[in-house]
């Protein structure tokens, strides 16, 4: 599975460099990037997500489902307490020194050791390898994802909450609405779902050439910002090498325990090794591009943000087949 999942990532890289060359010669930016993110997060995601659940209605797989949100509520769960315990001990220091873009850093931190880009890498990465069966199960950990985000994640941003903004999320209600696609007691007619899914099989693509985008905008040649964005990984170095081995090794690793503890307390149910495998793959991507958005909404460092999603992004074509072979070593 793990060559599997290093061919599919590959594939996934050779359109992120075909993607940044040409947005470097056309000198995209952040115009373009947010439209691409729109036509993705609006358009595209939920499309995918609702044709994904139009099969047979199945009660066993519906439990199966049931078992995978359980399960990747377990998984965040385990990395909000990591990501809590590792800033606890720097609180009184930053209490001390005042320093507010620290801690705005830190807030940005958190999320990014704990939300993974199981969306716009998650999502073309195991259908690749798994296909739509593979999707399927990976709705149960996008769902918790949104959740928590809204929940969590902006409380440790903001200091606030804003519950309806998780009802207005699409990939939400896309869930939502794949939920009765997939137990009303008939397929949905061919010119409905048709062109849902044809949007929707857009996302591999269009969510590696985002990634391109976003690569060639962060050291574009525009005006000295290759001499910018130099300095400004030089700065960020440590605490961005810090959260990049956190949110590839250090959390993954952990997760790998809590997985093969599943494997064997579930081995009952037949589909196991494919719903853990898919959320171990989910729990391993890359700090998820909500960490970005986060920082220009919120107004925090998006530059810091931005760097934290490019590198990892890069870096997960070792670690993520890396930790495969792994799991399919002690599995």
Same mark, same amino acid.
């Given at each position: ?17 075909? #993607? ?44 199966? =489902?049931?078992? %995978? ?7 965040? =769960? ?29 807030? &940005? ?50 200091? #606030? ?14 869930? @939502? ?13 061919? %010119? ?42 030089? %700065?960020?170095?440590?605490?961005? !090498?810090?959260?990049?081995? =956190? ?5 993954? =690793?952990?997760?790998?325990? @809590? ?35 986060? %920082? ?16 990892? #992004? !890069? ?10 072979? &792994?799991?399919? !070593?002690?599995?």
């Amino acid at each position: 599975m793990h060559l599997t999942v290093a061919r599919q990532l590959f594939v996934m890289a050779v359109i992120v460099v075909i #993607s940044f060359f040409f947005s470097r010669k056309n000198k995209f930016g952040q115009k373009e990037s947010q439209f691409l993110s729109r036509i993705l997060l609006y358009v595209i995601n939920p499309c995918m997500i609702v044709s994904t659940f139009d099969v047979d209605f199945d009660r066993e797989k519906l439990k199966f =489902l049931a078992l %995978a949100i359980g399960v990747s509520f377990a998984f965040h =769960l385990v990395m909000i307490i990591m990501a809590t315990l590792l800033f606890a001990r720097k609180k009184n220091l930053q209490e001390q020194s005042a320093l507010q873009e620290q801690k705005a850093r830190d807030a &940005l931190s958190k999320i990014g050791i704990v939300f993974t880009n199981s969306g716009f890498i998650g999502i073309p990465l195991i259908n690749g390898v798994f296909g739509g069966e593979g999707v399927f199960y990976l709705m149960g950990y996008i769902l918790v994802f949104n959740i928590l985000l809204w929940f969590w994640g902006e409380w440790i941003v903001t200091g #606030s909450m804003r519950p309806l903004k998780i009802l207005a999320n699409p990939n939400v209600i896309a869930c @939502a609405a794949g939920l009765v696609v997939f137990c009303v007691p008939f397929r949905m007619p061919y %010119a409905v779902i048709e062109p849902l899914r044809m949007i929707g099989s857009c996302n591999g693509a269009v969510s590696m050439m985002l990634l391109g985008l976003l690569f060639a905008s962060f050291g574009g040649d525009k005006s000295g910002q290759e001499q910018k964005a130099a300095a400004t990984i030089r %700065a960020y170095a440590r605490p961005l !090498a810090r959260d990049v081995a =956190l949110r590839l090794l250090a959390c993954p =690793l952990i997760l790998l325990f @809590a997985t093969l503890f599943a494997l064997r307390a579930f081995d009952f149910v037949h589909e196991i090794k494919l719903i853990m495998s898919v959320l171990f793959i989910a729990a391993a991507c890359p700090v998820g591009m909500s960490v970005s958005s986060f %920082a220009v909404v919120f107004k925090k460092d998006a530059d810091y943000a931005s760097l934290l999603v490019a590198v990892s #992004s !890069a870096a997960c074509i070792v670690t993520i087949p890396l930790l495969v072979a &792994l799991l399919e !070593a002690l599995a």
